[in-house]
């Protein structure tokens, strides 16, 4: 399971549907979503260029979120 798109939007990620945005920030965005079973979830979609793994803003943020 990867990436699902509707006409060109991001709808969903692994096994979860996004149901809508909950927020944005520096780093992506964070939907609020359903997995396979139903049960509720928050995801966080990184924003490209902190996907992006041999940068050094992604290792900061990467270390930032370890605690969380």
Known sequence: RGVMK???IITGVG???FE???GSGAAGVVYRALD???R???VKVLH???ADSNS???ETW???WTPE
């Open 20 to 22: 809508g945005q909950l």
């Open 6 to 8: 509707q006409r060109g």
């Open 48 to 50: 490209a260029a902190l």
């Open 36 to 38: 396979d079973r139903g």
């Open 56 to 58: 050094q803003q992604t």
């Open 40 to 42: 509720g979830a928050a």
């Open 62 to 64: 990467l270390f930032r």
């Open 15 to 17: 096994p979860y549907r």
